[in-house]
């Protein structure tokens, strides 16, 4: 069983539409999302977001948000990062000799270096599933070689 957790800043746009997309996709896959900070702990996504996600099908409302822990590196196989600095705040909490990977979503498009830019700020909620949606292809693809 893969358990695969996905990570944003605020747990409320990317990282639960990484989980929703991924889970439409992979239903057999162990998938949770956090964030890296604690402002949105307990909130729903974002309406906007969520609006976004149900024009392609996904229902984001079950979701809630939570906060990224040290215990998360136990509890899953593998860490999706967003962008790079989401990858360097989950790294920082990281216990010594914990194996666990920590990679960004986009390296499984081939696009090292790239990140999955915040739609919070530029409110390009389409593109940000766009985006998603070619990632968790990639993710699942990469999985199932
Ligand atoms: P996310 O977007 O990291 O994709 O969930 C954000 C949502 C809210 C905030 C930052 C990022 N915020 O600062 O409230």
Do not use: W
């Not at 949770?32 to 024009?55: F, I, K, L």
């Not at 809630?64 to 990858?87: C, P, S």
């Not at 390009?124 to 949606?133: K, M, P, Q, R, S």
């Amino acid at each position: 069983m893969q358990r695969i957790l996905f990570v944003c800043l605020g747990n409320i746009c990317r990282s639960p539409t990484a989980e929703a997309v991924t889970r439409a996709k992979a239903p057999h896959l162990q998938l949770d999302s956090a964030g890296t900070a604690g402002y949105h702990v307990g909130d729903p996504p974002y309406g906007p977001m969520q609006q976004a996600a149900r024009g392609r099908g996904y229902d984001l409302s079950p979701l809630r948000a939570r906060q990224f822990t040290a215990d998360d590196f136990d509890n899953f196989d593998v860490i999706i990062a967003m962008d790079a600095e989401n990858a360097d705040d989950i790294e920082a909490l990281r216990p010594t000799h914990s194996p666990t990977p920590v990679v960004l979503f986009t390296d499984h498009i081939g696009q090292d270096g790239t990140a999955v830019p915040d739609p919070y700020y530029t409110r390009d909620f389409n593109g940000c599933l766009d985006l998603i949606e070619a990632c968790a292809d990639g993710l699942i693809a990469g999985l199932t070689r």
